[in-house]
């Protein structure tokens, strides 16, 4: 059974290796870009951000964290991405803005990264590794898994489209089937809310004294 598994996994990522390939450029591109506009930050702007993240530390230490309202934020607005990239995938002229949705997704993780890291040096590496790379570890690869579902649909229907009763009849077959490839994907993003909510909190307690300054 897991053999078997194994084997339409290793399949489904031979054939299609060149979009999982471009779709994680993209989120690259998007990763050096945030991380690019840290540097392009104005004095006061860097100011401002800085003195909002030592805000944030110190509540943060002072306050108890609570996982379920740290997993309810998390989800929401993972769920808001997913459901963008899910609706991207049913329309025929989807495919091109999923690349965009992931650009975007990786300038997020860049920026913040990078003004974190440029803020605290070494220590905001630290925090960065512990805080933000397991979870993203998890959640990037099937984002990019969604994509590239998404994708393969889309263009689907564009292949499909001179018939209407082939593209009707193929829509409806197989819709069932994107839905629940998106759903697989999207339990690891949800994996990945559950480490980042319940487990990581433990750990960023533990450096949190070091991020005030």
């Known amino acids: 059974m897991f053999s078997g598994i194994f084997k339409l996994v290793s399949q489904h990522f031979r054939n299609h290796a060149q979009k999982y390939f471009i779709l994680f450029i ?3 591109v998007g990763v050096s870009a945030g991380a690019f506009t840290v540097n392009g930050l104005s004095n006061l702007q860097r100011q ?5 993240l030592s805000n944030f530390f110190s509540l ?3 306050q108890p964290f609570i996982p379920g309202d740290i997993f309810k934020l998390s989800l ?3 769920i808001k991405i997913i459901g963008v990239m899910m609706l991207l995938g049913l329309s025929i002229i989807g ?3 999923i690349f965009v949705v992931v650009c975007i997704r990786g300038f997020i993780t860049g920026f913040t990264a990078g003004f974190i890291i440029q803020t605290y040096n070494i220590k905001g590496m630290i925090f960065i590794l512990i805080s933000v790379v ?3 570890l998890i959640i990037v690869p099937a984002f990019i898994a969604i994509g590239v579902n998404g994708i393969n649909f889309s263009l689907d229907i564009i292949n499909k489209r001179t018939s209407m009763k082939s593209l009707g009849t193929s829509y409806k077959s197989n819709i069932a089937s994107y839905c629940f490839v998106t759903l697989f994907y999207s339990a690891f993003i949800i994996l990945g809310i559950i480490i980042e909510s319940y487990i ?3 750990i960023v307690r533990i450096f949190l004294p070091m ?3």
């Not at 401002?48 to 909002?52: D, E, I, K, R, T």
């Open 76 to 78: 929401t607005q993972n």
């Open 26 to 28: 993209a989120f690259v």
């Open 211 to 213: 991020m005030i300054i």
């Open 60 to 62: 943060m230490d002072k």
């Open 134 to 136: 397991p979870k993203e």
């Open 48 to 52: 401002q951000l800085s003195h909002y």
């Open 95 to 97: 495919a091109p803005f």
């Open 200 to 202: 990581l909190p433990i």
